[in-house]
């Protein structure tokens, strides 16, 4: 049989994406708003988005920045100071999900959760009100490579059993854990980024350091890299594209204390469309990119639609001062702009 060579999406979301503010934002939102119809983004700026003003003057500069065409999802951040009225107030200005990071597991977590058993009355105000709760989850102090499997097991578990009301998202699953976890628990969802998609620690680690893979959670065994691959393709319902694509400038990067994140917003389709190519699964990437996600968090499938075609390109080396995933390398789908 002929391969296939076109292949037309719903316009996908995506379901966690960093899109900074200032000239960063500028620099960078094209590259979501060009293949994606909404997007989940994070608050961790500096400051924060932490509560609904937060909200409105986020908001406010992402669509200065882009097209009405592109509707941005609101999120704010969850620390220790966050109480009930915040979350309901929050709401009430559009924020779909509060996102938790404990503290300083990644990029600008400072002032991440100490003690998350006491958020309990703000969990309960978010299940009551109908907002998200989306988790980076792993255990600060833990060994690196075990600290989203702790974190599940210790948190997310109980949280979700007692909870059941709660809609959780664990963001960016790096491990086979995280896949089973989500199984297990019918108010429990999962993101899975692209380059989660290809990378193991060796990558990162394994030959000449390439900080360019380094992220957070980072890249895990083989044998996890595949689960989630089996996950991402499998139709599950509650698994779905976040691609938390998180520039940093080069020289931020390629440094001493270099920054956790990978930039991969420029091929986030393509090389997702690569994957379910692979495996012969095509028609399966609708309900990964544009359909499992809105479901399960409550919202209206997009209209429209996007169009990838078979297509060797290669992907620039840099890109406004950041370097792209799949850097220098070639791939077999380009995806035209929405
Ligand atoms: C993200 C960033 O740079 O903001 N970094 C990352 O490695 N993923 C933060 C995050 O999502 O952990
Ligand atoms: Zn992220």
Request: overall charge negative; charged content about 15%; aromatic content about 4%.
């Given at each position: 049989m002929d391969p296939i060579t076109t292949l037309t999406l719903r316009a996908p979301d995506d379901w966690?994406?960093?899109?900074?503010?200032g000239p960063m934002l500028k620099a960078v939102v094209w590259h979501t708003i060009k293949q994606f119809r909404r997007a989940l983004v994070m608050?961790?700026?500096?400051?924060?988005?932490?509560?609904a003003d937060d909200v409105h003057a986020y908001r406010a500069e992402i669509q200065d920045a882009t097209f009405p065409t592109f509707e941005p999802l609101m999120t704010i951040k969850i620390t220790d100071r966050t109480t009930p009225e915040i979350v309901r107030a929050a709401r009430e200005a559009g924020a779909v999900a509060g996102k938790l990071y404990p503290?300083?597991?990644?990029?600008?977590?400072?002032?991440?959760?100490?003690?998350?058993?006491?958020?309990r009355p703000v969990f309960c105000a978010m299940r009551d009100c109908g907002m998200i709760l989306s988790l980076h989850a792993e255990t600060p102090g833990v060994f690196v490579m075990d600290r989203e499997a702790n974190f599940l097991h210790q948190y997310v578990s109980p949280l979700a059993v007692s909870l059941p009301g709660l809609r959780i998202v664990v963001e960016h699953a790096t491990s086979a854990a995280a896949v089973r976890l989500v199984d297990e628990h019918p108010n429990v969802g999962c993101t899975i980024t692209p380059h989660h998609l290809y990378l193991t620690l060796d990558d990162v680690?394994?030959?000449?350091?390439n900080p360019h893979a380094f992220c957070k959670p980072i890249a895990k065994t083989h044998r996890d890299r595949d689960e989630l691959v089996k996950a991402a393709i499998?139709?599950?319902?509650r698994i779905f594209l976040g691609t938390d694509s998180a520039p940093h400038v080069i020289v931020k990067k390629e440094c001493a204390s270099g920054c956790a994140g990978v930039f991969c917003a420029p091929v986030a389709l393509e090389t997702v469309a690569e994957v379910f190519d692979r495996h012969s699964v095509l028609h399966r990437m609708e309900h990964f990119v544009a359909e499992a996600g809105a479901k399960f968090y409550g919202l209206p499938l997009n209209t429209g639609q996007i169009t990838l075609r078979r297509e060797t390109w290669r992907v620039p080396e840099d890109l406004q001062g950041v370097r792209p995933f799949m850097a220098g390398k070639e791939l077999a789908w380009k995806s035209r702009s929405l």
């Open positions: 966690h994406v960093h899109l900074r503010d608050p961790n700026l500096t400051p924060p988005v932490l509560t503290e300083g597991v990644t990029t600008n977590s400072e002032d991440g959760v100490r003690s998350f058993w006491d958020l680690v394994g030959g000449a350091l499998s139709g599950h319902p």
